[in-house]
């Protein structure tokens, strides 16, 4: 009797493993709705062509009773100094195939700093302070460009895309102080190159003009630095390292020109 017992439990227990079995064969895969788009974005054969600026402009030390400055600047004392900075980014693209190009770009970038001066207090009887403080920087840059897009919803005026860029570039700055006529600063050569992840949008504001934001997420970086103090003294850096977070200061906003050749030339689509 406990044999027979034994015996319908082992064929019952492998009747119910042998239906979940046939259910789990027969079940559909779940599907999340990510695939691949078919979606034409960007035909292949378009030219591109864009261009991103920038200007900033900086006044500081004309409020110095305001609450906000008074903290923030709690161990700076008279702080005064004016700060400029500007930047060009022309590009251009070619579609190797529907919504993936390759293209070039290039970087000019330049900030400088006029006339600063400030006092540094670090408790009594310990304070440092500079005058007249002077800073120019400018850097040259190209890169080579790898961009697929992704249609939002099957659009055709707004998606996403993902950007693959190789940089490098060469750059010179200059600090230096005058005291009694004399001056004394730091003169600097600067190599780097740097490997990076954009993720950004575009949104076509007619068949061939887009706007566009973009913005920095990942990226590996190098630079050396052969710096040379009152013509005298010399030094080199060398640094390296890799980022994944996202930088507001990376912030891209830009127009592009996508123009159609060949059989889309004349096709209005969006």
Same mark, same amino acid.
Request: glycine share 10%.
């Given at each position: ?6 015996? =319908? ?9 042998? &239906? ?17 788009? %078919? =979606?034409?974005?960007?035909?292949? +054969?378009? @030219?591109?062509?864009?261009? #991103? ?10 409020? #110095? ?27 251009? /693209? ?9 293209? !070039? ?17 670090? +408790?009594?009887?310990? &304070? !440092? ?9 400018? =850097? ?23 950007? *693959? ?7 010179? $700055?200059? $600090? ?9 600063? %730091? ?17 076509? @504001?007619?068949?061939? *003009? ?9 990226? !590996?970086?190098?630079?050396? *630095? ?12 060398? /640094? ?15 127009? /592009? ?14």
């Amino acid at each position: 009797m406990k044999k027979i017992f034994i015996l =319908t439990a082992m064929m019952l227990a492998f009747s119910v493993i042998s &239906s979940a079995e046939e259910k789990e064969d027969s079940a559909e895969a779940f599907d999340r709705g990510i695939e691949k788009s %078919t =979606t034409c974005f960007i035909p292949k +054969g378009a @030219v591109g062509g864009g261009i #991103t600026f920038s200007y900033n402009d900086y006044n500081i030390g004309n409020a #110095t009773n305001d609450v906000g400055y008074t903290m923030l600047f709690s161990l700076i004392d008279g702080v005064k100094g004016n700060m400029t900075s500007f930047g060009v980014s022309p590009q251009v /693209s070619y579609f190797v195939a529907d919504n993936l190009s390759v293209g !070039l770009m290039f970087d000019y970038e330049r900030s400088r700093i006029d006339n600063a001066v400030g006092q540094l207090s670090l +408790g009594d009887g310990m &304070s !440092l302070g500079v005058n007249d403080y002077n800073y120019f920087k400018h =850097t040259y840059s190209g890169a080579v460009t790898c961009r697929y897009y992704m249609p939002l919803a099957k659009s055709k005026r707004f998606g996403m895309f993902a950007e *693959v860029r190789a940089a490098g570039g060469y750059g010179q $700055s200059e $600090s230096y102080r005058v005291e009694n006529d004399e001056k004394f600063g %730091t003169y600097q050569d600067i190599y780097k190159f740097s490997l990076g992840l954009v993720p950004g949008l575009s949104v076509f @504001v007619t068949d061939e *003009v887009a706007l566009e934001v973009a913005i920095g997420i990942l990226g !590996l970086n190098w630079q050396k *630095v052969e710096q040379t103090t009152n013509q005298v003294d010399k030094s080199v850096m060398t /640094s390296s390292g890799a980022n994944c977070n996202i930088n507001l200061l990376s912030l891209e906003m830009g127009m /592009s020109f996508y123009i159609p050749t060949g059989q889309h030339k004349n096709r209005k689509s969006r």
